[in-house]
């Protein structure tokens, strides 16, 4: 049963340059959800993708946007970068209606 | 006041012993929770989930929910070196929204 995946594991972006994050779901799952975890903190919430569309929204600007595919799978997208943007990006997939998700291994993302 | 606290640690318990992680919450409506565990440098885990108020157990794990007082617990019997991690809560809120909101996490040492 193949889990969450994410590419990449690591990458190092220039402040002002732009990052896309690719994420595929759990086997079976339909709805993800992106997170951002700095250093020493919990993971806060992006948004939520679910047939293809935004269905929710953390408190995040708008340099930060998505994609969900027909299959499911989704991209998170951040534009001209900052320094604070560097941290762990993790991608979690569930089951519409389900109430729990299941995170990828994460992208970590060094901005520098 | 933070949506979901917890004690940062580290909790240093010896192997064998029971380690008791804590966490509170600020919003009644809240209706699910969860405990996740990190490992330095790797994504979170799911460990289990509790919805009604009381205890559950699953192994030597055991959580524990009281909603009067807007706390939830995680006991682990047995401590293992293995066990070391940081555990997070994560409370899903009011009904209609699909984002969950992560405590810092507390650090755990079980000491061999």
């Known amino acids: 049963d193949a889990g969450v995946t994410q590419s990449p594991t690591h990458l190092i972006k220039t402040r002002g340059q732009q990052v896309t994050l690719r994420c595929s779901p759990k086997s079976g799952h339909d709805t993800v959800s992106w997170y951002q975890q700095a250093l020493g903190q919990g993971p806060q919430f992006i948004f939520q993708?679910?047939?293809?569309?935004?269905?929710q929204r953390g408190n995040f600007p708008d340099r930060f946007s998505g994609h969900q595919f027909p299959n499911y799978s989704s991209e998170l997208n951040v534009n001209a970068l900052l320094l604070g943007d560097s941290a762990l990006y993790l991608c979690?997939?569930?089951?519409?209606?389900?109430?729990?998700?299941?995170f990828g291994e994460g992208s970590w993302l060094t901005v520098v | 006041q933070k949506e979901v606290e917890q004690n940062s640690g580290p909790l240093s318990v010896p192997e064998g012993a029971i380690a008791s992680l804590n966490c509170t919450y600020s919003d009644r409506g809240s209706q699910s929770f969860f405990w996740y565990r990190q490992y330095s440098g790797k994504s979170p885990e799911l460990i289990m989930f509790i919805y009604s108020n009381g205890d559950k157990e699953d192994g030597r794990f055991t959580a524990q929910l009281n909603k009067a007082s807007q706390y939830v617990s995680l006991l682990i019997r047995d401590s293992q070196p293995s066990d070391s991690a940081t555990y997070l809560c994560?409370?899903?809120?009011?009904?209609?929204?699909?984002?969950?909101?992560f405590g810092t996490g507390t650090r755990l040492k079980v000491l061999a």
């Open positions: 993708y679910y047939e293809e569309e935004e269905r």
């Open positions: 994560a409370v899903n809120s009011i009904s209609g929204t699909y984002k969950y909101i």
């Open positions: 979690a997939s569930s089951l519409k209606g389900g109430n729990t998700i299941y």
